[in-house]
């Protein structure tokens, strides 16, 4: 079992950054693939971010790409993933959840946990 709670979303200004955070408990933490996803009103959940268990791999949708940066802490029990966004723009503006699962994977039904998740608002 494994637990999510995001932090770090708020308001910005587009051209902005902001880093969130995905504090995970459970003791497979460390054995898990995590992902970031977002939501924005009236549309489908959608990727953008995973790393995989060791940190070594990941993957990003194309639209976020040189912009935001995944990664995790394994460390020490910390057991955290962030996500660094950067030059944020006001499409980037959701609610973003981070997620756990066995698979690298960018499609939602991989993932088997979920946070609740954090908003995201860019203006413009």
Same mark, same amino acid.
């Given at each position: 079992?494994?637990q999510?709670v ?14 969130? *955070?995905?504090a995970?408990?459970g &003791?497979? @933490? *460390?054995?898990?693939?995590m992902?970031?996803f977002? %939501?924005?009103?009236?549309?489908? &959940? ?8 060791t ?5 990003y949708?194309?639209s976020?790409?040189? &912009? @935001? ?40 039904e *991989?993932?088997?946990?979920?946070? %609740?998740?954090? %908003?995201?608002?860019?203006s413009?």
């Amino acid at each position: 079992q494994v637990q999510l709670v995001e932090s770090g979303g708020g308001l910005v200004q587009a051209g902005g950054s902001l880093r969130l *955070s995905c504090a995970a408990s459970g &003791r497979t @933490f *460390s054995r898990v693939a995590m992902g970031w996803f977002r %939501q924005a009103p009236g549309k489908e &959940r959608e990727f953008v971010a995973v790393i995989n268990w060791t940190g070594e791999t990941t993957y990003y949708t194309d639209s976020v790409k040189g &912009r @935001f940066t995944i990664s995790r802490d394994n460390a020490n029990a910390k057991n955290t993933v962030y996500l660094q966004m950067g030059n944020l723009k006001p499409e980037d503006t959701g609610v973003y959840y981070c997620a756990a699962g066995w698979l690298i994977a960018a499609i939602k039904e *991989s993932y088997n946990y979920w946070g %609740q998740g954090t %908003q995201v608002t860019v203006s413009s």
